[in-house]
């Protein structure tokens, strides 16, 4: 269980697991089944095992996307500042400049599919975006020789507005993170709470 969204439809899950079965169990103690307390006091243990465990793999996983958040906005920060660079004027340097940044296009690339499969709607269309975009890019700087370099410069310059605005949004996920976090921790704390008092009056 690697992603975000099945560790939260995990938790949810279980949680509505054990409501049902306290609604159960209620129903076994109206009807005079003294098991039921036994029963209940050994899911009160798992429980409380449970939400612990849960808010550890959930801050775990959303520690996990962030870190691989920041990489990518690290790397094409990167990539952006080579791209603002003044275009080489010999040749030599050009190649080196070439090379360079069909290194940094590349992992870029990389980071952004490991990012890919994490990513809400929004930030998922911006990756295609850019994806897009690098794709031009890559294959041009490929093709592109020293006398024709002016010809990759309008690559350059989308690339570098499609970077400005990627970057800006995974800032901005990565910000909103810890927020999420906290709503689900808020959400499940007042879940727990719920079930250990609702075990608590059906043993009285």
Do not use: C
Not at 47 to 73: C, D, G, M, P, W
Not at 85 to 108: C, D, Q, S
Not at 121 to 129: F, G, I, K, P, S
Request: zero cysteines.
């Amino acid at each position: 269980m690697d992603t975000k969204k099945e560790v939260l439809e995990f938790g949810k899950s279980k949680l509505n697991q054990w409501k049902g079965m306290i609604e159960e169990l209620e129903l076994q103690l109206s009807l005079g089944k003294a098991e039921a307390k036994d029963v209940i006091k050994s899911e009160k243990k798992n429980f409380s095992k449970f939400f612990n465990q849960q808010k550890a793999q959930f801050k775990q996983t959303e520690s996990k996307i962030s870190e691989q958040r920041i990489s990518l906005v690290r790397k094409l920060t990167e990539l952006n500042g080579a791209l603002n660079a003044e275009m080489p004027t010999a040749e030599r340097t050009y190649e080196t400049r070439r090379k360079g940044n069909m290194r940094l296009v590349h992992e870029a690339e990389y980071l952004i599919r490991t990012v890919y499969k994490d990513a809400g709607d929004r930030v998922t269309n911006q990756l295609n975006e850019l994806k897009e975009v690098l794709d031009a890019y890559r294959v041009d700087l490929a093709l592109t020789e020293f006398d024709n370099r002016e010809k990759i410069e309008a690559d350059q310059k989308a690339l570098v507005e499609s970077l400005d605005k990627t970057i800006a949004m995974l800032d901005e996920e990565n910000s909103s993170d810890g927020k999420s976090l906290e709503h689900f921790m808020d959400e499940i704390s007042q879940s727990f709470d719920h079930l250990k008092q609702a075990f608590s009056e059906i043993i009285k």
